[in-house]
């Protein structure tokens, strides 16, 4: 029996999950949205003076091809529901003209002669200082050899949970802090 499955939210999550039970051949789903349009907080409008308001991030970091394949799907198809609002020079809808890009590049330094990708703790195995690596690695097994136990460790709530990632950071600066200048 084909279980109804019901996907709460029309954001880019929500969507993904409706996308993805399509490509799995479930027909039996329903999207609820509670707004007359889809996009949750990745949505823009505009105020009566004209402006453009953005909800929340627009701002896509992705490696991944099958993501980018089908965000890609998902700009040519409003570009085609909306075809009638599209600046001329858009309406051949050539995908390159209908995204705006940036490339995005930040460097971490070690020395006056060395620089690492960010972020910095995806990075640090580029170092050519073995060293740098060592530390690294030493300074993670510090982090975690100073847990008392598993129950003191475990996280209950939100706030408990902002608090271990500060402590990690922390820890992680300072164990690294050799390096930076």
Same mark, same amino acid.
Not at 110 to 123: A, C, G, M, R
């Given at each position: 029996m084909d279980k109804k499955i019901v996907v709460i939210g029309g954001g880019p999550t929500g969507l993904g999950a409706? #996308?993805? =039970?399509?490509? =799995?051949?479930?027909?039996?789903? $329903?999207l609820i949205e509670k707004n007359d349009y889809t996009g949750g907080l990745a949505t823009s409008f505009s105020d009566p003076h004209g402006f453009w308001w953005d909800v929340g991030g627009h701002v896509t970091f992705s490696h991944y091809k099958y993501f980018n394949d089908l965000i890609d799907q998902g700009v040519i198809a409003y570009a085609k529901k909306h075809? /009638?609002? %599209?600046?001329?020079? /858009?309406? /051949?809808?050539? $995908?390159?003209? $209908?995204?705006? #890009?940036?490339?995005?590049?930040?460097?971490?330094?070690?020395?006056? /002669? &060395?620089? =690492?990708?960010?972020?910095?703790?995806?990075?640090f195995f580029y170092s050519?200082? #073995?060293? !740098?690596?060592?530390?690294?690695?030493?300074? $993670? =097994?510090?982090?975690?050899?100073q847990r008392e136990n598993?129950? &003191?460790?475990?996280?209950?709530?939100? !706030?408990?949970?902002?608090?271990?990632?500060?402590?990690?950071?922390? %820890?992680?600066?300072?164990?690294l802090g050799k390096y930076f200048q």
């Open positions: 409706c #996308t993805r =039970l399509q490509q =799995l051949g479930h027909k039996n789903w $329903l075809h /009638d609002i %599209l600046e001329e020079e /858009d309406k /051949d809808l050539k $995908l390159e003209k $209908l995204w705006c #890009t940036h490339k995005r590049e930040s460097w971490a330094r070690f020395d006056p /002669d &060395s620089y =690492l990708p960010y972020p910095f703790q995806n990075n050519k200082n #073995t060293q !740098v690596i060592k530390d690294c690695f030493d300074g $993670l =097994l510090e982090i975690f050899a598993a129950q &003191s460790n475990k996280i209950n709530n939100f !706030v408990n949970q902002i608090f271990k990632i500060i402590d990690f950071i922390r %820890l992680g600066i300072f164990s």
